[in-house]
């Protein structure tokens, strides 16, 4: 599978056009015009509203390498890190070119690859799974131009499995208290979550992910039962949020630089369809969250497609760093696009996210037989041979608003995929091959 990267940039919005009539010729109704095919701009229930779209622009770069599950980040020089399997590639003049800058400490073959930059100290991490047991952490302080690296094993109980990496502020309680840990001697904490059949086990790193000596299972309804989770996300308060594979969706919070976990829960208005995939949370430079998953589809008075109203992704949010959340759920996404996969999700200022996820307009397919024999209701598990999935980005501006308005485009010119998409690794779907290509 040959994978891009995609750059995505915004432009000046456009002042609208005005016209006046004679005063003798009443003025004709005008035709409404219809947005271009492939974009979207919705309220909070994925219904249309009168908002000028988002004049946006986007390039794609040929990063030059096939690569699974691939993780993109950015250092302050702005150079781009694209890193999936072994590969670390990197592109300093904005995706013209891309070059292998893999060290030998990192050019390992992997089944998890993750990448992360540290936006505080612009060191960035290269994640290797190797087997079941051992991962291999390497990175650089120089923009990739040189590495450092070190196992870390996950001792005698396996799975080392589903591995994710992060940074963020140290805060004035637990593991970040000054002088209570000699061993703090890096700017940012380190943190590194895995699965294990028993759970979900996340580790503090006080020495910049050299070593983790501090954490363990993360206890709670949410990490029972091999609780696979999503990436780790840090607020600029040191807030840290971790994203369990739940049917209700929940979010796991540490204050304290993981020293201890509380859970919170939202969205039971929708809960998360079978089988999932992670929820993602970011944070705004003021510390909101905002939270996103894949869920069923509305209420039939929002429109639906031979009697069937597909997926969507919803959203919640949160004002007070992760201790309350709404629990209305609010679609983010256009009801036009009928099934989802891998949604993911970053902020800027407060108010202005991004969402970008793999999604379907093939609404003629819902409740036709899919592989099953069972109507299909747009899981991308269960999808027709026919699906196309395209690349969708949905951006809104006033995000933190009572009704905020979310500007969706179908980004990608051909299909990422056709067909089913496996969301459950141990139960994928047979359409001349396996159609777990898209891994996680």
């Not at 986007?58 to 702005?78: H, I, M, Q, R, Y």
């Not at 020495?207 to 309804?221: K, N, R, S, Y």
Request: one cysteine or more; a negative charge; hydrophobic letters at 35%.
């Amino acid at each position: 599978m040959r994978v891009t990267a995609i750059l995505l940039g915004f432009l000046m919005l456009v002042a609208p056009l005005s016209g006046c009539f004679g005063k003798d010729t009443p003025p004709a109704t005008p035709e409404e015009p219809a947005l271009p095919d492939g974009i979207f701009v919705t309220g909070v229930d994925g219904l249309p509203v009168d908002v000028e779209p988002l004049p946006l622009m986007f390039n794609f770069s040929d990063v030059g390498e096939d690569g699974a599950e691939p993780s993109l980040g950015v250092t302050s020089s702005g150079c781009i890190f694209f890193i999936a399997f072994e590969k670390v590639m990197r592109s300093c003049d904005h995706g013209e070119t891309w070059e292998d800058v893999s060290g030998p400490q990192c050019a390992f073959q992997t089944n998890d690859p993750w990448g992360w930059v540290d936006p505080i100290t612009d060191r960035v991490f290269a994640v290797q799974m190797q087997g079941l047991e051992t991962s291999w952490i390497c990175w650089s302080d120089d923009d990739g131009e040189s590495w450092l690296g070190n196992p870390h094993d996950s001792g005698t109980t396996p799975i080392n499995d589903h591995i994710k990496l992060a940074t963020g502020p140290w805060t004035s309680s637990g593991y970040g208290i000054p002088g209570q840990f000699s061993q703090a001697v890096y700017e940012t904490a380190v943190y590194y979550c895995y699965n294990k059949l028993a759970g979900i086990f996340c580790y503090t790193s006080f020495d910049g992910g050299a070593t983790f000596e501090a954490g363990g299972q993360l206890v709670g309804p949410a990490t029972w039962n091999g609780g696979l989770h999503g990436a780790i996300t840090s607020a600029p308060d040191g807030t840290v949020y971790v994203t369990p594979r739940v049917e209700t969706p929940t979010v796991i919070i540490s204050k304290d630089n993981g020293l201890s976990w509380f859970e919170r829960t939202m969205g039971e208005d929708v809960g998360t369809p079978y089988p999932r995939k992670n929820s993602e949370v970011a944070t705004d430079t003021e510390s909101n969250a905002y939270h996103v998953w894949t869920g069923p589809g509305g209420p039939e008075e929002n429109g639906s497609f031979n009697g069937y109203n597909g997926e969507g992704i919803y959203m919640s949010r949160s004002t007070d760093s992760g201790e309350s959340w709404e629990q209305d759920s609010i679609r983010i996404s256009p009801i036009e696009v009928v099934s989802y996969a891998f949604p993911q999700i970053d902020a800027g200022d407060p108010g202005r996210i991004a969402i970008t996820y793999l999604g379907s307009e093939n609404s003629g397919e819902l409740g036709q037989p899919n592989l099953d024999g069972a109507a299909w209701d747009g899981n991308a598990h269960y999808a027709n041979s026919n699906v196309s999935y395209y690349l969708y980005i949905t951006y809104s501006l006033n995000a933190l608003d009572e009704n905020p308005v979310f500007h969706t485009v179908r980004a990608s010119a051909d299909p990422v995929q056709v067909g089913s998409i496996c969301l459950n690794s141990g139960d994928c779907r047979d359409i001349g091959g396996s159609n777990r290509n898209l891994l996680d």
